[in-house]
């Protein structure tokens, strides 16, 4: 509202429907929320829709003011008595006894010589008119017709001299309220700043060096041996955790990529993972759409569920461009509950929104997946929401524009040998995503470290969208490397751990012997002598990939124009 309002001048009003059921919206605690934070930032009031009909009987229309009090005493902000039906029956009676209370005292008496106006009820009525009417007196009134628009003017009307007095008598009352509910937020998050800082440990090395504590996944019944703490760094979620540096990546368990291992090799990987300290595991139902989520589910059988964190995914789905993506706030639920049958759990630690920007609208993903996604939330199914895709700024986006609270981040592909543009500033003035992120709190993961398989010495899938150029580039880096005797992926895995900034990366294994390999590069710390060497040769001055950081590997959202194309096609 507020960004539709500094650019749109003539933007003069906005209307906000809410349900008509008294307990529903103005006394519920969502509905006070909403009506504080609106009249905090806008001139703000309430329109109460009254049956002129209904209203023509004193008794109703004094029922009727009972309510209009209360809910304009519950919100302290202006109120409008809109008398609704005015082609039915005229309002202008009516509306005249909230200022005449002689007039209403002869509608009674009325009600009585026709037979209708004695007894307990007529006589509570009376005795009501005497108490409010000092408060429904001064009231802003008109009469409108739903049907035929009549009255519409008066309406707002109205609604101008509401805004008069939203300024002459509530706003300063709602500012120092809103002042004083700050206040004791800034207490409250610096009290959780405080707790984290000490669940962290004031020893704990975040630069992957040495010294710190054991992460809470540790689990003597179940690992081998104590992990090492300099392998693990802070994650800032609520409540924060201590994640390894290099995090199971689990899309290799499926066949999107080339050389696809055997179900029980993947098995034995994750694994190796979990009981080599790796803590972090990351999966989704588009990975063999649902085999990698069913080869953790077989993996994760006997692990303590304490021993690691399970993050899988939202929103995209089947090869079938047609059915590939689905954000609907049905569907988002339908596949958290398919997702943690598959891992055979009852709940998940992270769940992501899946490369929203192939969404035909962010409205859909702002409006049904997130909502859908902080219901299970609050049922326990999920501990905490993520947003993951390429083009950081459709993240950047969802993060402003989103009412529910995102805890974390994932990109992939932009913090790696060729691509640097999570700490780059998009444009002159404006922060780079990672240190956007940071300051709504929220932590960034990475990973693609590798490229998707760009940085190996092996075959590049088909459907990669790097461009010819970067491939070819890709390809010298890596016989380059091959001459120096240094292995290229291994030098863009330790290039990628030594980042600081990052709190884990996630990188796809998928048998045992790169979960080694992977494992060993965590522990070998920054790179050094010859491999540092051939590092600057890469990514140095003049180096063979230098020329492509600071920007994108490839074209995220031509990415997205070509998948509707496809789609398109397939739908004739």
Not at 22 to 27: D, L, P
Not at 61 to 71: D, G, H, K, P, V
Not at 153 to 162: L, N, R, Y
Not at 517 to 525: F, I
């Amino acid at each position: 509202m507020e960004k539709r309002a500094a650019s749109d001048p003539n933007l003069e009003y906005i209307i906000i429907d809410t349900p008509g059921q008294i307990e529903s919206f103005t006394w519920s605690a969502s509905g006070q929320i909403i009506t504080e934070s609106l009249a905090t930032s806008f001139p703000t009031l309430l329109t109460f829709v009254a049956d002129t009909p209904r209203c023509a009987d004193p008794s109703t229309f004094m029922s009727t003011m009972l309510y209009a009090c209360s809910i304009m005493y519950r919100s302290a902000i202006p109120l409008c008595v809109a008398f609704n039906k005015t082609d039915v029956t005229p309002h202008e009676e009516i509306a005249g006894w909230m200022k005449d209370f002689e007039s209403f005292q002869a509608a009674m008496d009325r009600k009585d010589e026709a037979g209708g106006g004695s007894g307990y009820y007529e006589s509570l009525t009376r005795s009501m008119a005497l108490t409010l009417d000092e408060f429904y007196a001064e009231l802003q009134t008109c009469g409108v017709s739903a049907a035929t628009g009549e009255g519409t003017e008066g309406f707002f009307d109205a609604a101008d001299k509401c805004r008069e007095e939203y300024f002459e008598e509530f706003a300063v009352d709602l500012i120092k309220k809103k002042e004083e509910r700050d206040a004791k937020e800034k207490v409250r998050e610096e009290e959780e700043v405080k707790k984290m800082t000490e669940a962290l440990g004031k020893d704990l090395n975040v630069g992957g060096k040495g010294g710190g504590e054991a992460p809470a996944t540790y689990t003597p019944s179940f690992h081998p041996s104590p992990p090492n703490p300099s392998l693990y760094r802070p994650l800032a979620t609520s409540p924060p955790r201590l994640v390894s540096l290099v995090s199971l990546g689990a899309s290799s368990f499926s066949s999107f990529f080339p050389s696809p291992s055997s179900r029980s090799t993947w098995v034995s990987a994750a694994r190796r993972a979990l009981e080599g300290g790796i803590n972090v595991v990351d999966t989704a139902p588009w990975y063999g759409h649902g085999t990698s989520e069913e080869v953790l589910g077989e993996a994760l059988e006997g692990v303590p569920r304490g021993a690691y964190y399970i993050h899988t995914k939202v929103g995209r789905y089947e090869a079938d461009p047609t059915k590939m993506f689905d954000f609907s706030r049905e569907r988002t639920r339908a596949s958290v509950g398919e997702s943690l049958r598959r891992l055979k759990l009852a709940y998940v630690d992270l769940i992501q929104v899946h490369d929203p920007e192939f969404a035909d609208s962010l409205d859909v993903v702002l409006n049904e997946t997130l909502p859908a996604l902080d219901e299970l939330r609050r049922e326990g199914k999920v501990r905490a929401i993520g947003v993951t895709g390429y083009p950081l700024a459709v993240q950047r986006e969802i993060l402003e524009r989103s009412t529910v609270k995102i805890d974390v981040s994932l990109t992939y592909g932009h913090a790696c040998l060729h691509d640097d543009t999570l700490f780059r500033l998009p444009s002159p003035g404006q922060d780079s995503f990672h240190d956007f992120c940071g300051k709504r709190g929220v932590p960034v993961m990475s990973a693609a470290p590798l490229s998707m398989g760009l940085l190996t010495n092996g075959t590049v899938a088909d459907w990669h969208p790097a461009g010819p150029e970067l491939k070819a580039a890709c390809a010298e880096a890596a016989e380059l490397c091959k001459a120096r005797g240094v292995d290229i992926a291994t030098l863009a895995i330790r290039h990628a751990l030594a980042d600081e900034r990052v709190p884990t990366t996630l990188l796809g294994m998928k048998n045992e012997e790169e979960v080694d390999k992977a494992l060993e590069a965590a522990a070998a710390g920054p790179l050094e002598g010859k491999e540092r060497e051939v590092l600057e040769e890469l990514i140095g001055e003049g180096g063979i990939l230098a020329k492509f950081r600071g920007q994108q590997g490839w074209d995220g959202m031509g990415e997205v124009e070509k998948f509707r194309s496809e789609r398109a096609a397939a739908q004739k």
